[in-house]
């Protein structure tokens, strides 16, 4: 029995238990398109290839499962190289397909054609360009392998329209004989780093656990907060991590880095073991890398060897699924107890607490995400845009299970928070989601009001408008003299009055007593919600680690 391209397309999708993906489509893939039509797979149509991709991000960081999407030639697929970048920093399993001109037509500057291709190598864990029809199968079947395993990521398929129409023999599934990473160690090798991580362990009387997103991808909560709570061992994490271990718990002690809390920050400082789980040693979380953990012993447990040793010099370190490693150190630990550490974090926590003013006449955002959390008694899956509605959301949503705060962490993607907000909310249908945004980043995707209202998809979006783009704004202040250059937001639209125009309910905020009111009533309505909270433009996000500076040195508001 032969099959089109197309075809053979849709049934490989299904046979991975594919049920939705996200798309924009255009005159070369009409013919997967015409599959699509009648094929059980939920496609949600958005209002640009960016939405779309977000949203695959977004719900694969929800779910766990591959996020898949698809864009037409030319325009349509370089519209997905932000995206692309934005999983590819993140380690985010996605599969995203690209039309393209029919093979023959390939190099002669035909009408929509891009290489994307070689466009897309640098954000991509691996990419296709598919020639013959009868490689399409397991072409896609290594995708799936590759974004999901090891250290996942996007794959990019690009799709000729010929590959699409020719029909074949109808093939069999493929055995993939893709070449294995691994293994890392000789024989006794890794025993070796396992009792050398021990003793560390062992030997420390002021450790501290920095988890990144490598522990969520993994796994690694439940396994975490075991060795955590056996080794009394205090916790931090990274924006990425956040969720990997519940932030209401005595030992944790929130984020660390540019932005993070004094105790987290002064913990790593004053350690005198770190132990990094699925975590990178970003330069938003080490400041000068000199000054970092100076007096430390380092552990990396991690999945990529790439990364080890990459910024910061380790003392022993293992190469594996934190989850697994976390599970095996657990077992062959005993019990410890720290009481001079944990004294000396708790009175740093009693004498730096997160803080804000509390101003007349005006809403101040911190006070926003905390009525969220309260509203949603925590248990929402926040999504945020990026700047300081980020980085509010990161220090105030206090998030107690993974997989519930979905952030562009490594390419601070503005636009991002939306799109993957709807993505994240197909995904998990009877989970709160809410987008923290900020007025900037929200109207670079603001489009997709319509995929949400036209989809039913009840998210929930959060405006932190303060009329400016926060973050630059903030910088300026800091660091320029306050000569605010192109960071006043001159035109912003009325919000209320777009949600309505979109088919959404606008809500609009402008007094601090009517803040948690308008949150109930978000939470209460069965379709999507904009909130405009008109909060205080002069804000900034403190704590905060000047460029360049060691993360103990902390600026703090001028009172």
């Known amino acids: 029995m032969k099959k089109t391209g197309a075809k053979i397309f849709v049934e490989t999708l299904l046979e991975h238990k594919v049920d939705t993906m996200f798309g924009y489509p255009g005159g070369v893939l009409l013919p997967t398109y015409d599959e699509l039509f009648a094929a059980p797979i939920r496609h949600i149509l958005s209002r640009h290839e960016q939405g779309a991709i977000h949203a695959a991000d977004g ?57 994307i291709y070689g466009i897309s190598i640098p954000v991509t864990k691996y990419n296709y360009l598919v020639k013959e029809t009868s490689r399409l199968k397991e072409v896609m079947y290594e995708a799936f392998h590759l974004a999901t395993s090891g250290r996942p990521g996007p794959v990019l398929i690009d799709l000729p329209k010929d590959v699409q129409t020719r029909q074949i023999d109808a093939p069999a599934i493929p055995t993939l004989t893709l070449p294995q990473r691994g293994p890392y160690y000789r024989d006794g090798e890794r025993e070796k780093q396992v009792e050398r991580i021990l003793a560390l362990i062992e030997q420390a ?38 969720g990997s271990f519940p932030e209401t718990h005595d030992l944790a002690l929130g984020m660390l880095g540019m932005h993070g809390t004094r105790y987290a920050n002064y913990a790593v400082s004053k ?13 938003r979380v080490t400041g000068e890398p000199s000054t970092f953990a100076k007096g430390a012993k380092i552990i990396h447990l991690d999945i990529d060897p790439a990364e080890v040793g990459k910024i910061i010099q380790v003392d022993a370190s293992l190469i594996d699924q934190a989850r697994d490693i976390l599970l095996e150190l657990t077992d062959r630990i005993g019990p410890k107890s720290h009481t001079a550490w944990l004294r000396q974090i708790a009175q740093w926590k009693k004498d730096h607490p997160l803080s804000y003013p509390k101003k007349d006449g005006v809403i101040s955002p ?67 989601v809410f987008d923290i945004a900020g007025d900037g980043s929200f109207q670079m995707n603001i489009q997709e009001l ?15 408008n303060n009329g400016v783009l926060g973050m630059v704004r903030q910088w300026q202040e800091l660091f320029y003299g306050g000569r605010y250059s192109q960071t006043i937001l001159h035109g912003n639209p009325d919000f209320v009055k ?56 902390m600026l703090d508001r001028k009172e």
């Open 59 to 115: 719900y694969a960081r929800a779910t766990g499962k591959p996020g898949v999407c698809m864009a037409t030639s030319g325009p349509g697929a370089t519209n997905l190289i932000t995206g692309l970048a934005t999983a590819f920093m993140d380690s985010v399993p996605l599969v995203a397909f690209t039309g393209q001109v029919a093979t023959s037509l390939l190099g002669n500057d035909s009408f929509q054609e891009a290489d």
């Open 450 to 464: 319509a995929t949400a209202v036209y989809n039913k998809v009840n998210v929930k979006i959060a405006i932190l």
């Open 271 to 283: 350690c005198d073991l770190l132990i990094a789980v699925g975590a990178r040693f970003d330069d």
């Open 498 to 553: 777009i949600a309505e125009g979109y088919g959404a309910l606008g809500i609009r905020v402008e007094k601090t007593e009517d803040v948690p009111s308008a949150v109930e009533r978000a939470l209460s309505v069965d379709q999507p919600v904009v909130i405009d909270f008109r909060v205080d433009t002069g804000e900034n996000v403190y704590p905060m680690v000047p460029p360049g500076g060691a993360i103990h040195d």
């Open 366 to 432: 911190q006070y926003v995400v905390e009525q969220i959390y309260e509203k949603t008694k925590g248990d929402a899956i926040i999504t945020t845009e990026v700047g300081q509605n980020q980085m509010w959301a990161a220090q105030y949503y206090k998030c107690t299970k993974p997989r519930t705060f979905i952030t562009s962490g490594g390419l601070g993607t503005m636009g991002y928070g939306f799109p993957a907000a709807i993505g994240a909310k197909i995904g998990c249908p009877d989970r709160i």
């Open 205 to 242: 009387e002021r450790p501290v656990l920095y988890v990144g997103g490598g522990a969520i991808i993994s796994g690694a909560h439940e396994a975490l907060l075991k060795l955590a709570e056996k080794a009394s061992i205090p916790v931090t994490t990274t924006l990425m991590g956040k």
